[in-house]
């Protein structure tokens, strides 16, 4: 059985997972409007989501990689600085996505309300 600090150790274990899941959703949807990635990790912190910077800039990587980002360098106040905007591609790709989050949430919300049968 599982004591109290185990029980502690896996929900955060657990969380964890469900963030890395949800945080490349978050990422293309806040690169609507381009973001280099400290303004990015502001903005998402911003709204409740925090995210470390390595976490942040491999999966930024990933998502241009993949083609969902587009990206490129420039000296902001005397600094380079990457900036990040979402691909045609990445606006398709979001689209699928925040369709399949409605539909999960909404089944996973259905058998959370759901009284012993």
Same mark, same amino acid.
């Given at each position: 059985?599982?004591t *109290?600090?185990?029980?502690?150790e896996?929900?955060?274990?657990?969380?964890l997972?469900l963030?890395? @899941?949800? *945080?490349?959703?978050?990422?293309?949807?806040?690169?609507?409007?381009?973001? +280099?990635? +400290?303004?990015?990790?502001?903005?998402?912190?911003?709204?409740?989501?925090e995210i470390?910077? @390595?976490?942040? +800039?491999?999966?930024l990587?990933?998502?241009?990689?993949? @083609?969902l *980002?587009?990206?490129? /360098?420039?000296?902001?106040?005397?600094?380079?600085k990457?900036? +990040?905007?979402?691909?045609?591609? @990445?606006?398709e790709v979001?689209?699928s996505l925040?369709?399949? /989050?409605?539909? *999960?949430?909404?089944?996973?919300?259905?058998?959370?309300?759901?009284?012993?049968a």
């Open positions: 059985m599982a *109290l600090r185990n029980s502690s896996i929900v955060n274990k657990l969380r997972e963030r890395r @899941g949800a *945080l490349p959703l978050a990422v293309l949807a806040q690169l609507r409007k381009e973001h +280099y990635g +400290y303004s990015l990790r502001k903005e998402l912190n911003a709204k409740s989501l470390d910077e @390595g976490t942040l +800039y491999p999966l990587r990933r998502l241009e990689a993949q @083609g *980002l587009n990206s490129e /360098w420039r000296i902001d106040e005397s600094r380079k990457r900036h +990040y905007r979402i691909s045609a591609l @990445g606006e979001l689209a925040v369709t399949e /989050w409605r539909l *999960l949430n909404e089944s996973v919300d259905k058998i959370l309300k759901e009284k012993d």
